[in-house]
């Protein structure tokens, strides 16, 4: 959802989420983008749609199979503890959306919010309100990311699962709504196929905290597992390990 510092423009639109609640494929140049920051990852693809090396190695695919040319990027912002008042009060409850890189260079992105931020009832905060498909989100600050390469099919799918997301907003995406969470989770597992990460509350009720501390602890243990890998073929390669 966009809540605390969420205003809404003089047209009746709601502006662009400043407070409301991705690792790419295992190979090739989706790998590298792993556990780097949000903005690093956007600047994978050039301004002028001209890819980098990275992505002309995620664009190579095996036989009989579609380039995986774009990209889905999982995006969390955290918000306040739901135990403590601002969450409540200010409604400071962090916010998730997709950024997109299509194969052409250009960037997009979706999210999900409730129509009216200032007509949302605090006091029964699990009632559903209309709500709307942001498209293009903009948000940004992301303090979670899982970036994943996908090929034009499997965006298209993502787009066309967002397009009829419906108009009910929950946060806590019960009674057939969706939350900002629910929304992001759901386009990103259309598209990619895979599921997003979660921690234990997350597998209850899905939001921005949990999902962006789940995407953080992957990337941690990729790192890890890319650092012993590292370790390993560099040892091989100098002749340090192996037979006599």
């Not at 809404?8 to 140049?29: K, L, M, R, T």
């Not at 787009?159 to 969706?178: I, M, Q, T």
């Not at 990103?188 to 939001?207: H, L, V």
Request: hydrophobic share 35%; aromatic share 8%.
């Amino acid at each position: 959802m966009q809540f605390g510092e969420k205003k809404e423009s003089s047209s009746g639109q709601n502006a662009a989420p400043a407070s409301e609640n991705a690792a790419p494929a295992a190979s090739g140049g989706a790998a590298a983008l792993r556990g780097q920051g949000y903005d690093s990852q956007r600047a994978a693809v050039r301004p002028d749609g001209e890819p980098q090396a990275a992505d002309a190695q995620q664009g190579q695919a095996t036989e009989g199979a579609k380039p995986k040319t774009a990209q889905v990027i999982l995006s969390a912002r955290r918000g306040g503890s739901p135990f403590s008042r601002e969450f409540w009060q200010d409604l400071n409850v962090g916010h998730c959306w997709v950024d997109v890189v299509k194969p052409n260079g250009r960037k997009d992105s979706w999210g999900y919010t409730a129509n009216s931020v200032r007509d949302f009832p605090r006091y029964q905060p699990w009632k559903s309100v209309d709500g709307r498909v942001l498209h293009p989100d903009g948000s940004r600050g992301a303090s979670g990311t899982l970036a994943t390469a996908v090929d034009e099919d499997q965006l298209a799918r993502g787009e066309a699962w967002a397009n009829a997301a419906g108009s009910k907003y929950n946060l806590f995406g019960f009674d057939g709504g969706h939350s900002c969470a629910t929304f992001a989770k759901g386009f990103y597992e259309e598209a990619t196929g895979d599921k997003a990460p979660t921690g234990m509350f997350g597998a209850i009720i899905a939001n921005p905290n949990d999902l962006s501390a789940a995407m953080n602890k992957r990337a941690e243990k990729d790192l890890a597992e890319k650092q012993v890998a590292d370790a390993d073929a560099s040892q091989d390669g100098d002749g340090s390990r192996g037979g006599a």
